[in-house]
């Protein structure tokens, strides 16, 4: 069946270094694919996503392009702040008609001032 | 806009008592809805989903249940709560027809059996 699996962490950086959280996916079809964010003791927010093959999604400075060769979906930012600390979820929707999404297992990141 | 609220925000329960998770939706009509769980330090666990009033599907088995009485409520059950069903739990709703629609979610309700 479809499934996502991203890089485990946490991830520990410094503030403005370079992250690259991978995510990579297996799916029939053409799925969508999205980047989650997670903020201690809240709901999921949509960080940014991506439609078909070669998009590239962005948001506050967050990028992910979708490679279909790859099977890959990886975030990128090139100057992280503390306040991206969170955990991130990258994520595939199903192509049934209920159109779920599947998620990864979440990567913690960790930005030290 | 689309708004979800999610309640209560936390929890605790003894082992063996019932439980009800409430989430409603507003301004937008027949949205799908589903049921998350988040256990500590794990990924999302789709429980449930729903694309109208009273059609539900469940993705686990489990002591667990929901209903949708109303076009945008969603309700997460259970007769008798077990240590296990303890985690975050994250109500969500997407818009029907279109599969690049993304889920946007409540502020998820943390539940503590004790």
């Known amino acids: 069946g479809d499934s996502v699996t991203q890089m485990e962490g946490p991830v520990t950086l410094s503030e403005e270094a370079f992250l690259t959280i991978n995510c990579t996916y297996t799916?029939?079809?053409?799925?969508?694919l999205f980047w989650y964010v997670q903020y201690p003791g809240e709901g999921l927010q949509l960080l940014l996503k991506?439609?078909?093959?070669?998009d590239k999604g962005s948001n506050k400075g967050f990028e992910a392009t979708y490679r279909k060769e790859t099977t890959s979906f990886h975030l990128e930012k090139g100057s992280v702040q503390v306040s991206d600390s969170a955990v991130y979820f990258c994520?595939?929707?199903?192509?049934?008609?209920?159109?779920?999404?599947?998620f990864g297992s979440g990567t913690r990141l960790l930005v030290r001032p | 806009s689309q708004t979800i609220h999610q309640w209560p925000a936390t929890l605790v329960q003894p082992v063996g008592s019932p439980l009800s998770l409430e989430c409603t939706v507003e301004?937008?009509?027949?949205?799908?809805l589903y049921w998350y769980r988040q256990a500590a330090g794990r990924g999302l666990q789709l429980l449930f989903y729903?694309?109208?009033?009273?059609?539900i599907s469940s993705e686990v088995p489990q002591n667990l249940s929901a209903s949708r009485p109303q076009d945008r409520q969603f309700i997460l059950s259970s007769k008798k709560l077990l240590l296990s069903d303890s985690g975050f739990y994250l109500c969500?709703?997407?818009?029907?027809?279109?599969?690049?629609?993304?889920?946007?979610f409540g502020n998820g309700t943390r539940l503590t059996v004790t």
């Open positions: 969500a709703w997407s818009v029907p027809g279109a599969n690049n629609s993304p889920l946007h």
């Open positions: 799916a029939t079809g053409y799925p969508s």
């Open positions: 991506a439609t078909k093959a070669d």
């Open positions: 994520a595939l929707s199903g192509v049934d008609s209920s159109y779920k999404l599947i």
């Open positions: 301004g937008t009509s027949n949205p799908n």
């Open positions: 729903s694309v109208g009033i009273g059609q």
